[in-house]
């Protein structure tokens, strides 16, 4: 299982529409996927036309990590056809949960929770807050690749380079699995001189890093979010073309996760086995000091040593 967050530090710039463009494409290649909806919004649930259990969300698989909460709070999309679909559905309780001061403890749950369900599924993508809080930070964590989406605009630029240095820090301190895979331009309007601006300062800042192909504002997007439907099935004008780069998307995508999937098997590195168990890691944020223990068990030295690749 790989797990890829979306992610973008201002909001409107269609971060949940990147999400659910990308578990298109994953359908439509039959790749079994789980879409984690972790902004209090739920325009993720509701973009994927989810049915949702009142009682069972995210907020409350956070809250206590328990395989029958999780059973409960992940429903079938109906956008499933011969390959799964599923939605660990968000909820607005959710953002109670979104400390600006998350401790270790709070940022490891997602990972925790994932280890439960690691053989169900080939890919989840997670649909993070427009935030750096802990909730963005909890699928920072839990994730092995994490895309930005931007549009090119002073203030999104601006927290574009802001999220980039945030996770080159959780990577560096908490979570050495972690990367960013790179910057989705989003809402292009190629007519604007603003937008052919701050498209060149983008790649400027950023060179290859700054995904192809860019996406421009297109009505079929919205219309194909508004009535819940994959944007490669929807039958209006450009929604076709719409559809074909987020396929090249996702392409690169699994191919960076398979090179590195390669590359651990090459030199015996563990991988995804860890997920779930307590990181020893200094917190990324500064709050109360935690005591490292010496590890005494086989299963904690085998952690320690793989931390210390």
Same mark, same amino acid.
């Given at each position: ?14 971060? &949940? ?22 902004? #209090? ?9 989810? #049915? ?22 992940? /429903? ?5 056809? =011969?390959?799964?679909? =599923? ?14 001061? %998350? &401790? ?23 649909? &993070?807050? #427009? ?6 930070? $909890? ?21 574009? =380079? ?13 979570? %050495? ?42 009505? *079929? ?9 994959? @944007? ?9 073309? /719409? ?9 690169? @995508?699994?191919? =960076?996760?398979?090179? /590195?999937? *390669? ?18 890691? *200094? ?7 935690? #005591?490292?223990?010496?590890?005494? $068990? ?12």
């Amino acid at each position: 299982m790989h797990v890829l967050s979306v992610s973008s530090l201002k909001g409107g710039v269609g971060k &949940t529409t990147v999400a659910l463009g990308l578990a298109s494409a994953a359908l439509n290649k039959g790749i079994n996927t789980l879409v984690i909806d972790l902004d #209090p919004q739920c325009d993720a649930t509701s973009g994927l036309a989810a #049915p949702a259990d009142l009682n069972a969300s995210v907020a409350e698989v956070l809250q206590g990590a328990k395989l029958p909460i999780l059973r409960r709070a992940i /429903v079938a999309s109906p956008w499933s056809r =011969d390959s799964k679909m =599923d939605v660990l559905v968000g909820s607005p309780r959710s953002l109670l949960l979104d400390n600006p001061a %998350p &401790t270790v403890s709070d940022v490891w749950k997602l990972e925790e929770i994932l280890a439960l369900i690691e053989n169900e599924y080939e890919l989840v993508i997670i649909d &993070t807050p #427009p935030s750096i809080n802990a909730l963005t930070r $909890t699928a920072w964590v839990a994730s092995d690749r994490v895309i930005l989406v931007t549009e090119p605009s002073l203030y999104s630029v601006i927290a574009a =380079d802001r999220a980039k240095r945030a996770i080159a820090e959780i990577s560096a301190k908490l979570s %050495p699995r972690l990367s960013l895979y790179g910057f989705v331009v989003n809402r292009l309007r190629p007519q604007s001189h603003e937008h052919e601006y701050r498209l060149k300062e983008l790649r400027e800042m950023f060179g290859d890093l700054l995904l192809q192909p860019y996406f421009e504002e297109r009505a *079929a997007v919205q219309q194909a979010t508004g009535a819940a439907r994959p @944007i490669h099935s929807w039958p209006a004008e450009g929604a076709a073309e /719409v559809a074909k780069g987020f396929d090249w998307l996702l392409a690169g @995508i699994i191919a =960076d996760f398979e090179r /590195v999937e *390669a590359k651990r098997e090459r030199v015996n590195v563990v991988g995804r086995t860890l997920r779930g168990q307590q990181s020893p890691m *200094a917190e990324i944020i500064e709050t109360a000091s935690i #005591p490292i223990v010496e590890p005494t $068990t086989r299963r904690e030295r085998k952690k320690k040593r793989w931390f210390r690749r």
